[in-house]
């Protein structure tokens, strides 16, 4: 079976944290002392922060550092993009070729599961809490409004009625060192009206801070960024040999896989524990054999993910589809007075403690 690869839509407004969602499940008689339930097989997400710079050139650029001692202002409106963090999240989701059911001896006393909503295995007889978990949430940052280089409410009549950008640029200049002095003064308490209070001083400065950076940013111009994610989910079946994620331009960001408007980022994906393929008659033989709690026991891979050469991502991960299925024995769960309590890991079918 190939891999399988997507891109999923751009996650604008996920929320700050989450939790799965488990139920519990009791094993009673009109059940049959028996629930249901899916052994999972791993999902890769690769999680991909992109960051939208938009830049905006101030009138006034070709005086900045005449006036103001900038050397390197924003000369021309301009939109870019970079690519940020990049994480990988190893998330299960139900094999419909690995669905058991576990039974329990009708006299055991009130047998219970913790099921994931779309039915993997939890818990049996213990209670199950779900980690809170902030993988695949977007920090909610970066966004920013449209980008405004002129605020025309600090302008004085003095630069409005300048006839040519030079003198324009002039007085701004001068305007911003006014500013500067009168700061300067007010700290020192050289000014002639002082505020009445600290809180007083503080507003005048924010609001004299702020008349500054108005006026700079004619000459400087303003750059702002944007922060939004991609997904793209991986479900390996083998190793993986550069297979391309997506594409990425500077000007456009993300691309598809097949746009050649950007350089491909690729994965790799090497086995480092896998268990030995079994021919068809073996692998049915050995299902058969399978008793009472099915669970996983995975393999694992080293991912790395490159671009131009340079690695993004590079960690080891667990893959349920390169391990095997080992059974409990059912007599585990019939003592009456002390049930065993097993705790999975839902994301990839494993055992992660067993009480008795």
Do not use: W
Request: charged residues 25%; hydrophobic residues 35%; contains cysteine.
């Amino acid at each position: 079976m190939k891999n399988l690869i997507i891109l999923m839509s751009l996650l604008l407004s996920l929320p700050v944290m989450s939790q799965t969602r488990v139920t519990k499940r009791i094993a009673t008689k009109s059940t049959g002392y028996g629930i249901t339930y899916s052994l999972p097989k791993t999902s890769l997400i690769v999680n991909v922060e992109v960051i939208k710079n938009t830049c905006k050139a101030g009138p006034y650029y070709r005086y900045a550092e005449k006036y103001l001692g900038v050397k390197n202002p924003v000369e021309e409106d301009q939109v870019y993009y970079q690519l940020g963090k990049i994480d990988l999240i190893n998330k299960g989701i139900p094999n419909p070729e690995h669905t058991y059911t576990v039974e329990f001896k009708s006299g055991t006393v009130a047998p219970y599961v913790y099921l994931t909503e779309d039915g993997m295995l939890c818990a049996i007889n213990a209670e199950y809490t779900p980690p809170v978990s902030s993988e695949l949430e977007e920090a909610q940052k970066g966004k920013t409004g449209p980008v405004k280089v002129t605020d025309v409410s600090v302008f004085s009549e003095e630069l409005l009625m300048a006839g040519s950008t030079a003198k324009q640029a002039e007085v701004a200049a001068k305007q911003i060192y006014r500013i500067r002095e009168s700061r300067m003064n007010i700290l020192t308490g050289d000014a002639d009206n002082l505020p009445p209070d600290g809180q007083a001083m503080m507003l005048v400065i924010n609001q004299l801070e702020e008349q500054e950076k108005a006026l700079t940013n004619l000459f400087t111009g303003v750059c702002a960024k944007e922060t939004d994610y991609y997904d793209v989910t991986v479900i390996p079946h083998d190793n993986l040999d550069k297979e391309v994620l997506f594409r990425f331009s500077d000007k456009l960001g993300i691309v598809s896989a097949d746009d050649l408007g950007g350089t491909p980022v690729y994965m790799n994906l090497k086995a480092t524990e896998k268990a030995p393929a079994l021919e068809p008659k073996e692998a049915e033989k050995k299902e058969k054999l399978l008793k009472g709690v099915v669970y996983n026991i995975p393999g694992k891979a080293i991912v790395d993910i490159t671009r131009n050469k340079n690695t993004l991502f590079k960690g080891e991960v667990q893959i349920a589809q390169f391990g095997s299925r080992e059974g409990l024995a059912p007599v585990m769960f019939e003592d009456k007075k002390a049930p065993v309590k097993v705790l999975f890991y839902p994301e990839t079918g494993a055992i992660k403690q067993i009480i008795q």
